[in-house]
């Protein structure tokens, strides 16, 4: 390969981690739409608190159907159209949620927006990852800790604005429309980064492009019976249970359990998206020091101290501080797991597919659950579910250890 070649490959390969970084930017812009506007929703659509858990449920509806589609969908169209589809009916779903509210006043309308939105991200995050770690191989080092902090930098973004908007008071259709249109125009650009086909393929045979629906799903299924991946998927369970509680519980807690302004709940969510955000962007250097088993121990016991700070503090300093070591307890877990399952064999999409789908069952269906459990004994109460399940991720995180045949640094190419 000539110096020139190799010089454009590399540079093809940054374009391609930078548009991806985007990618995962976007969707925490996306996630945390509704989270700091929940209580302006529930007000504006009457609702009590068992009523939202049931619109948030609609986004775990989604989001299975997503994850199943989402390798479907990277064979048939590539990565570059697929994701770009994704995003734009994730932009038109979120659209429809916030004139659901302010504009129709309309609870099925909100749901629908919800299910599709579900969908839109179930699909769009087994696409960023699949990509993501595509993109470690190909640089040879741990990145997807920092491509998750990209994540969680536009959660930030999107709970400063959703902050902002309660502050002034700026209806949630407004707010809704003006990120939907945010989304789209950034998407276009993006997608032109991406390289050609879809990374979901793979020598393994079960990704065969002439494969029936049924056997793709048959070999998905087989997954399932992986010991090692659902021991990645209990770590996941524990992490993504506690960052989907505090996008969609933490501001409602904040403000009607421990008595503080709408605008300081959101500000307290806006902390926690900080947090996880600067966890992430020094986890890879991390890891690659420590390895990832040390690393995802060592924060996952941080967060479980967090939450029960969150829960049992009086003051709003404790408060704060259980809000940041909660943030830090749950940056590791999901992006350290995207990489061990991609890497734990053939077919790393639909291996990526397996523990997403655990994950984002837990980020999406935790949320209404407490919800649920809330109802009976209150919200603060149920969080107790969130550092139970923490330190269950602290337990299984041995699993995360790289296989001894694992090859870093190995050539991607791109086309």
């Avoid at 110096?3 to 590399?10: G, L, V």
């Avoid at 967090?306 to 009086?314: H, K, Q, T, Y």
Wanted: charged content about 10%; proline content about 4%.
């Amino acid at each position: 390969m000539t110096d020139t070649a190799t010089s454009q490959d590399r540079h093809a390969l940054v374009r391609w981690r930078n548009a991806i970084i985007v990618a995962f930017a976007l969707g925490g812009v996306t996630l945390s739409t509704w989270g700091p506007r929940l209580p302006s929703i529930r007000a504006e659509l009457g609702l009590d608190t068992g009523q939202i858990g049931l619109l948030l449920a609609g986004v775990t509806v989604g989001s299975v159907a997503g994850l199943l589609s989402s390798t479907p969908l990277l064979t048939a169209l590539g990565a570059r159209r697929a994701l770009g589809g994704v995003l734009l009916l994730i932009a038109v779903a979120i659209a429809v949620i916030g004139l659901g509210v302010d504009v129709f006043r309309s609870v099925p309308l909100v749901g629908i927006g919800f299910v599709v939105v579900g969908f839109g991200v179930g699909a769009f995050d087994v696409m960023i990852n699949v990509e993501g770690s595509a993109i470690e191989r190909g640089f040879g080092r741990t990145l997807m800790p920092l491509l998750h902090a990209a994540w969680s930098a536009g959660a930030a973004i999107g709970s400063g604005i959703g902050a902002a908007c309660a502050a002034i008071g700026i209806a949630p259709a407004a707010q809704f429309v003006g990120e939907a249109v945010l989304i789209a125009v950034i998407a276009f650009p993006m997608m032109r980064a991406i390289p050609l086909g879809s990374r979901a393929t793979s020598e393994d045979h079960d990704q065969d492009p002439g494969l029936s629906v049924g056997e793709r799903v048959r070999g998905w299924l087989r997954g399932w019976t992986d010991l090692r991946l659902l021991m990645i998927g209990l770590v996941m369970l524990g992490a993504e249970l506690g960052e989907g509680s505090a996008n969609n519980w933490l501001t409602l807690a904040t403000k009607e359990d421990h008595g503080q302004t709408a605008a300081v709940a959101a500000l307290f969510f806006t902390a926690f998206a900080i947090g996880e955000t600067g966890a992430r962007a020094l986890g890879g250097p991390l890891v690659d020091r420590f390895g990832r088993v040390r690393t995802t121990r060592a924060t996952t016991a941080l967060g479980v101290v967090g939450v029960v700070l969150f829960i049992l503090g009086g003051s709003p300093w404790l408060i704060l501080v259980g809000v940041l070591l909660w943030a830090v307890g749950v940056s590791m877990g999901f992006p350290l797991g995207m990489s061990a399952a991609a890497e734990s064999g053939t077919n790393p999409a639909a291996r990526v597919s397996v523990v997403a789908s655990i994950g984002y069952f837990a980020n999406l269906a935790g949320p209404p659950a407490i919800g649920f459990i809330a109802e009976g004994t209150g919200l603060l109460t149920a969080l107790w579910l969130v550092a139970l399940l923490l330190a269950t991720a602290f337990v299984a995180s041995g699993s995360l250890r790289p296989r001894p045949d694992t090859v870093r640094g190995r050539p991607t190419h791109i086309a």
